[in-house]
Structures are given as structure tokens and as C-alpha cells.
């Protein structure tokens, strides 16, 4: 079944959630990477490869937000502060799978530089050419990130914890 019901996650769901949770786990390290590097000609590929798969992860993101609107997901498994927990770290982790990227071609537009998609597609840039959008921006990309890994260490482990109390979670992400 490809759509979500009242107590199943959907194929489409599941194909968006772990996808870009993979490419979310390759972004992260990556992103770090680059944050000690002094960016130069023979660094540069690391960069792009960093601005395509995150603007591949925001590209998805719109997808599963319209899709979320056509199909809603299932509201968390249980009830009680759990589930209102698991809601609200769910639309934080939303929220920023939004802002990390948008900030991060933010930052970029204002370093003046192209923001180049796989070596093809030339994004707009969608803020002016300043020192201080840069300097604010990827403040915003660095902050937003950090919060990031918290809430998903958070996510992870609530999902894990609940498999070995057996109440499924992680089973209906993962076979529906
Ligand atoms: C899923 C989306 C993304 C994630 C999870 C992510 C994550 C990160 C992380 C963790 C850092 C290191 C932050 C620091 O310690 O200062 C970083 C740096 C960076 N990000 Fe992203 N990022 C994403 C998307 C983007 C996009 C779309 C762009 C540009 C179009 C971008 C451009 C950059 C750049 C240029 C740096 C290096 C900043 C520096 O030199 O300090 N990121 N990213
Ligand atoms: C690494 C990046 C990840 C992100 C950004 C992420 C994000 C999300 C979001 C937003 C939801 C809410 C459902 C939806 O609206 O699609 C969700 C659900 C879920 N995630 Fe993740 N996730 C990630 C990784 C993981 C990992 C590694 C696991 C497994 C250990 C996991 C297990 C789950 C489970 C079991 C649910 C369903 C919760 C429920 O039944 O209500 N996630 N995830």
C-alpha cells in the first residue's frame, strides 16, 4: 500500500523517511568535515557534494510535506506524554530538515559563490552578496545543526527503546 493509514506508515512514507534519514546520516559528518577545512581547488568537490545532497534532502522534504497534506501518518503508537513527546520532536526535526538547508544556500548565496547542484544546476541566489548574511547564516546552519543531532539522538533512541519494549514503533516504519 502506498498511501498511509490511521495505524500504517505507507510505502511512499517509509521510502521518504529513509532515504533521507541515509542521507542525513552522510550530511552530517560531512558538513562537519568541511566546517575544519580551509575551502581551496582541491576541496572544492566536498563542498558541492554537500549543497547537492542537502539540497536533494530539502527537494525531498517538499515532496513529504505535500504528501503528508494528500496522506497524513498515523500518530504515534500509546498515548500520554510519550506520544505528545514523540509529536513535538517530530515536527521540531520537520522544521529544521527545512532551515538547515535553506540556511546552508543562504550562507552560500551571500559568499557570492555559484551554488552548483551535481556539477549541472545552478541555484539562484536568494540572498545578497554581504559578509554579515554569510557570517549570520552559517551561524544559523551551525546552531540549527547541533540542536539537530540532539533531537535525533532523542529520536533514535526512543525508537530503539520502544522495538525492545514491543510495541512495534520501529517494526511499522519499517514493514508498514
Ligand atoms: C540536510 C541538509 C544539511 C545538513 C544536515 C547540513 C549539516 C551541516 C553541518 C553539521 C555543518 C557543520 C557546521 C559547523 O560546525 O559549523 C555544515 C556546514 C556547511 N554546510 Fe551544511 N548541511 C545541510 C545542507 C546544506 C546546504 C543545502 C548547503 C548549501 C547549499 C550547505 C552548506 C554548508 C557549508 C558551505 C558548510 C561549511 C561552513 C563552514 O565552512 O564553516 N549545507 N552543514
Ligand atoms: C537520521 C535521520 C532521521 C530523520 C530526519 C527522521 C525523521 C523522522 C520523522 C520526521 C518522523 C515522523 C514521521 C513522518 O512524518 O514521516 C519519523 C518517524 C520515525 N522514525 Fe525517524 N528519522 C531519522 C532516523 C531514524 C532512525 C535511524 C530510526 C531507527 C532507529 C528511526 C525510526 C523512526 C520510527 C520508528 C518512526 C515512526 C514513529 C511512530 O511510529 O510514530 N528514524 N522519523
Known sequence: MLANGPARFGLVTRALH???????????????RLSGLEPGLANLWLYGLHKSLGMTVFALMAIRLVWHVYSP???PLGGGWQALAAR????????????IPLSGWVASSATGIDTVLFDRITLPAIAPVSEAW?????????????????????????????????????TRMIRG
Not at 18 to 32: D, R
Open 18 to 32: 529513509w532515504s533521507i534519514a541515509a542521507l542525513i546520516l552522510v550530511q552530517l559528518p560531512l558538513g562537519l
Open 73 to 75: 501518518p498515523p500518530a
Open 88 to 99: 513535538l520532536v517530530h515536527w521540531t526535526i520537520y522544521a529544521l530538515m527545512f532551515a
Open 134 to 170: 554569510e557570517s549570520a547564516a552559517f551561524a544559523f546552519h551551525d546552531i540549527a545543526t547541533k540542536l539537530f543531532m540532539g533531537l535525533l539522538a532523542l529520536h533514535i533512541g526512543a525508537a530503539l527503546k520502544r522495538e525492545m519494549d514491543g510495541d512495534g514503533t520501529l
